[in-house]
């Protein structure tokens, strides 16, 4: 009496079965990889996409949400200008990436390559039963890059990873290693094709040694009709540094997970995240932090403009282990909902088994203050504009914390021609 | 030597497992075998002597329950429980209707002394009139004695047993019963639903303010006896009640099942102030025994401009699973959340709130303090949600967690959903232990640690304790001290 009838398979879920079946023959790695694939896709057909029943998903119902799975990248698409002049640029044009040659302090390899050198099936792992992006970018990846920036190497220069892609599905992963004492800013930019429809998954795997400084930045820009499933695990080490920022402003359907362990003592996680919502889109970041040595630190800020019809979902869990003395968190979460028709849903989460500890959390969902447009629009400022420079106000305040002027500067741009865009 | 009889009394204080209702009364009861099937329904509709569609009422959330699973989702931890193994009815057999105080057994109200809780009218007329608090008592899921009935009649207010309410106002309960938990709402609720024993019934009509606190004593006495009580309380328009319930147990090593439903109904105008003060059995120091308090409470601010208050101070049962709700239908209506969860030994607290924004320009508060001790995980689990139609809904949120010793976990869950521009909502959580310079301070003039912990927990529960009518105020605190014990070391 227990056997439970599986519902059948969405069209998602059946075009997911049908892709992999298609594109076997193509993608790269060895027996073992081929294993690992092979079980990740299984375990995507035994529990079905996930529902809103599964509480890491709980406002993002891909079962309803993923709509179709487009087969191969279809239209053209090429590389465009770093955002910052004179940076690294590791190219992932439609899903393929190019054997370059590394600059000073850094080792690189495609990631085809880790597929094909035996080592690679270890990487293809899910990190549970409700690790879809995982399961699906281990079932599919085909390219991305491997790098490790050397101990006490200071990258000058940024590090832009550029996916550009036009149509069909991507799947792509980086790895990261950033030895004791390294120094880099790595830029991880999505591009998209408005024309297209297009289905990409992205792993990022950051991990820092002893007293490294990063800085990550993800800008995901896909197109309006873009379903872009992406994943940042990181761990951090003794005295290590990470600050995360996240630009969301773009793509119909994104979910962005971080998955960031702050397991050194002495080390600081930053998160930063402005997310830009228009349109019809459904945009969820999803936090989990755990703080599991003495002594650490972590900071969250998220902001959220929503548009239109757009949805917005941020959850965030801080979870201090028993072990994490002295650690002190705090997250907050601001929205600002511009829209009758908009939705914002917040889910932050304080998890704590140690009693040494100061960790809060906060979230606010508000319209603009009226009397602040009051005074904008007495001085002569019409409502429009003045509604711009309160929305302008309210991320670039994040993004003014990074110490790149000229990159600074690029992000402003880009938050500007988005609210010009939809405002 | 005094300073060893003082380190014997310390010692003595320190046990966890003291509890201080934890005797049993040995009361002839009448009590259903073991195990649910249809006829244990029928046989409780029966005994009560209940109109036929309750019977149905209650045959159909059987069936509907048959069909449903257990919630897993909430921070909790126990062996799964069988439903079998439980009496669904027991009843302190020379109950049967006590006409007036003095049939009802002197043994019982013995009890009620041990308890603390007032029953004797004459001992509340002694005191001063207004403060006055007519006492409905529950033992083991049977309504015993409620008083003061005929001078609430004066008022117009019906306050009395919901099996006597279904007997006498059955045009009232059926209008009401279900429309705000509704039979299939979850789990236990429909369990609720199908065995319910009794529990406590208010009517207060258009424009009547209750003249005194109501107040319901529920205990669990009988062994392997689940409580399922259904409180129902209605306020027509511009009415006013406060409603006080109070819970305890006796000590067994046996977990015992407590899966209550109440339903708030606020019409136009109306205020209900709900207050609990919930110290069921907590299991012993080796979380063996206690109370799995599964429980449903909702209100339903139906009217315009109505409001429900629900303060709780919970720090009792093994594990506590509850969330009491406010559905702000009407414009312009309120809903107030003011928790104390204490937890300590090996106790469970998954609890919190739902504010649920239907009207326009509705508004809510929810002030829950956390504070865990020993081994015990605390967890505060709320939404608050916003419907597209709800302009102008505000939220105000604040949840602390104060956790004492690194055996405890505290939690806080929050779901904030936002479907309309002109919503505010802010939430703000904390967690810290309890403040060093406090704590040196108060040892610094002489007060004892346990004390000195004990004085500051109220301090930072200070902000719902004042929302406790001023009796229940004191129990609380005392409460709290008393839940703390043995938490230093």
């Known amino acids: 009496m227990d056997m439970q009838t599986k519902p059948p398979r969405t069209a998602a879920e059946q075009a997911i079965q049908d892709s992999f079946a298609e594109m076997i023959g193509q993608l790269p790695g060895d027996a073992a990889v081929m294993v690992a694939r092979d079980k990740l896709l299984s375990a995507i057909d035994d529990a079905g996409l996930p529902t809103r029943r599964i509480e890491s998903w709980h406002y993002t119902d891909l079962r309803s949400l993923l709509r179709g799975v487009p087969s ?11 955002l910052v002049w004179g940076s690294v640029v590791l190219p992932v044009v439609q899903g393929r990436s190019t054997d370059l040659t590394a600059p000073e302090g850094m080792r690189l390899t495609p990631f085809s390559k880790v597929l094909q050198s035996g080592e690679a099936a270890r990487l293809l792992t899910e990190r549970g039963s409700d690790d879809l992006i995982g399961q699906l970018n281990g079932a599919f990846v085909g390219d991305g890059y491997s790098f490790t920036v050397a101990a006490d190497a200071s990258m000058d220069k940024i590090i832009e990873i550029q996916s550009v892609q036009s149509g069909g599905q991507v799947h792509s992963r980086f790895q990261a290693a950033f030895e004791a004492g390294a120094k880099a800013t790595v830029i991880e930019r999505y591009l998209g094709d408005a024309a297209e429809t297009g289905l990409s998954t992205s792993i990022s795997t950051l991990e820092l040694a002893d007293g490294a400084e990063v800085t990550w930045i993800i800008l995901q820009g896909r197109g309006g009709n873009d379903q872009h499933l992406a994943q940042l695990s990181a761990r951090l080490g003794e005295n290590s540094t990470l600050k995360v920022y996240v630009i969301n402003a773009g793509g119909k359907l994104t979910r962005q997970e971080l998955h960031v362990d702050v397991a050194g003592e002495g080390s600081h996680f930053d998160l930063r995240c402005v997310n830009l919502l228009a349109g019809d889109s459904h945009t969820d970041v999803t936090l989990t932090l755990g703080h599991s040595v003495p002594n650490t630190t972590s900071r969250e800020i998220v902001r959220n403009v929503v548009l239109g019809r757009a949805r917005g979902v941020f959850q965030g869990q801080i979870k201090v282990a028993q072990l994490a003395q002295k650690t002190d968190a705090q997250m907050s979460c601001n929205t600002l909902l511009l829209s009758d028709d908009g939705e914002f849903s917040a889910k932050p989460e304080l998890e704590i088994f140690a009693d040494d500890v100061i960790c809060g959390h906060g979230a606010t969902v508000i319209d603009i203050d009226h009397s602040h447009l009051f005074y904008l629009m007495a001085r002569g400022i019409t409502e429009k504009s003045a509604r711009g420079l ?10 003014d914390e990074i110490d790149n002027e000229v990159l600074v500067e690029a992000l402003e741009t880009l938050v500007e021609q988005w609210l010009a865009d939809h405002g | 030597m005094p300073a060893v009889q003082e380190t014997i009394d310390q010692v003595r204080l320190i046990d966890v497992d003291q509890y201080k209702y934890g005797f049993e009364t040995v009361i002839e009861s009448d009590t259903a075998p073991k195990g649910l099937t249809e006829d244990t329904i029928r046989m409780i509709s029966a005994k009560k002597n209940e109109p036929d569609w309750m019977l149905e009422w209650r045959l159909d959330a059987f069936k509907r329950w048959l069909t449903m699973e257990e919630p897993t989702w909430a921070r909790v931890d126990y062996p799964k429980i069988d439903f079998q193994d439980i009496h669904y009815y027991s009843a302190p057999k020379s109950s049967a209707g006590p006409k007036s105080i003095d049939d009802v057994d ?62 006498e106002h059955p045009e009232l309960v059926q209008k009401y019963l279900g429309t705000v938990v509704p039979i299939t709402d979850n789990y236990y609720a429909t369990l609720n ?22 107040s319901t004593y529920f205990r669990i006495n009988e062994k392997n006896t689940g409580q399922f009580e259904r409180t129902l309380i209605i306020a027509e328009e511009g009415a006013y009640v406060s409603y006080l319930e109070g819970c305890t147990a006796p000590q067994r090593d046996e977990n015992q099942l407590h899966a209550a439903v109440v339903e708030l109904i606020a019409m136009d105008d109306a205020e209900i102030k709900y207050s609990t003060v919930q110290n069921w059995y907590p299991g012993d120091k080796n979380g063996k025994g206690g109370i799995y308090n599964f429980v449903t409470k909702r209100g339903d601010c139906r009217g315009d401009r109505s409001k429900i208050s ?11 699973w509850k969330y009491p709700s406010c559905i702000l239908r009407g414009d312009d209506s309120r809903g107030e959340f003011y928790s104390i969860a204490v937890s300590n030994g090996y106790q469970q607290i998954d609890s919190g709130t739902k504010m649920i924004h239907l009207g326009k320009n509705t508004s809510s508060r929810i002030i829950s303090k956390g504070i865990s001790a020993g081994h015990s995980s605390n967890t505060y689990r709320g939404q608050v949600s916003a419907h597209r139609k709800a302009v102008n809904a505000r939220n105000f949120t604040q949840c602390d967690s104060l956790l004492i010793g690194n055996q405890c976990g505290a939690h806080t869950v929050p779901y904030i959903e936002a479907k309309n521009s002109t919503a505010q909502f802010e939430h703000e959580a904390t967690t810290s232990k309890i403040s060093e310079d406090q704590l040196f301070y108060c040892l610094a003039r002489g007060i004892p640690e346990e004390e000195a912990i004990a004085l500051i927990v109220n301090g930072f529960v200070r902000e719902v304790i004042q929302e406790l009518p001023m009796e229940f105020a004191v129990e609380a605190q005392k409460l709290i001290g008393i839940s703390l014990e043995g938490s230093v070391g």
């Open chain 1, 72 to 82: 191969k990248p279809s239209g053209r698409a090429g590389r465009v200008d770093p």
């Open chain 1, 390 to 399: 309160l929305v302008n106000g309210f991320v670039d305040e994040l993004i």
């Open chain 2, 106 to 167: 002197p043994e019982l109200l013995r009890v009620y002394e041990k308890l603390g809780i007032p029953l004797r009218e004459q001992e509340i007329l002694a005191g001063v009139e207004k403060s006055k608090i007519a006492v409905d008592a529950v033992f083991d899921s049977v309504s015993v004695v409620t008083t003061f009935k005929k001078e609430l009649a004066q008022a117009g207010v019906i306050f009395m047993s919901i099996s006597e309410a279904m007997r």
């Open chain 2, 193 to 214: 639903a199908a065995v319910f024993t009794d529990g406590s019934f208010v009517y207060v009509p258009k424009g009547v303010r209750c003249p005194m606190e109501l």
């Open chain 2, 310 to 320: 629900w303060t709780q101070v919970e720090t009792g049962s093994a594990i506590t």
